[in-house]
């Protein structure tokens, strides 16, 4: 045997000596590929495994990362190539190849795992639960006109509200400053959410309440203290209007129940609707 053909041997990658494999060792790969399927996913960040059939979204999406990791390994196999062509002429010695895994940014990661959580965990558990499947963001506005008078009054005082009680609440526990910090902010943040609404929903809110009750000045300072105007719509206003919207959804005949639907649902909403799309 020449040196050259016995280097060749030395870099063959082994998946190209298959034929070589005795049939004990073959019995073995179907039921080592039958332990662990190849259609098997796992997500980059949080390496849950999961098996098919996978939701449309989720396959697309598979299916893109597939062809970038085969993508990823025909450039390395093409480059492992030459170098032995290479180092062939010069009788020297090529390490057999070991494919390394495309990196997958943090971003990416991050949408991937959403996108599990949401297509494998959220979307069946919103369905059980009865939760709209698709949310008409756009018909917020004109529903919210309907109900209108019931803000008011929530404004005027003439009608009670739990958000109202509990902003103020923190504002005597804590004091404004305080009240105002991030952490303090992000947990009412999270409580003042409109169920599965989410943070696109609150965003929705958000602008017809804009258009309604701060643009003319009519929920003013005066009407809102401690909070500011903006405080007292995000965290009075858009949560005393997601129940409104729920108990809507739901037939509900009072807000308590709906209340019950919107703690219930809050964190669905935080992942499913989580990001802001802007109005077409
Ligand atoms: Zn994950």
Known sequence: ????????KLVLPSRISKPKLDLKQIAKTVIDKEASNEEDFE????FERMSPPFPRPLQRLIDALKKNEEAFNREQESKHKLLVQQSAEEGAFVAPLVLLKPGISENDQQVICRMHKVELVMKPLGKKRGYPAQVDFAAIDDRMKHFKQELVDVIEGKQESLFLTNALDVHKELGSVKARQATSMMNRFEETLPGYYGNRGSHYIMETLNEMFLKSNYLDKNKTKPLTPIEYAQQVLVPETG??????????????????VMKESSEYGSIVYSKIKKKE
Do not use: G, H, V, Y
């Open 43 to 46: 997500c980059p960040l949080c």
């Open 1 to 8: 045997m020449s040196s050259r053909n016995r280097l060749k």
């Open 243 to 260: 129940l409104r919207l729920i108990k809507q959804d739901f037939n509900l005949t009072n807000l308590q129940e709906a209340s019950k």
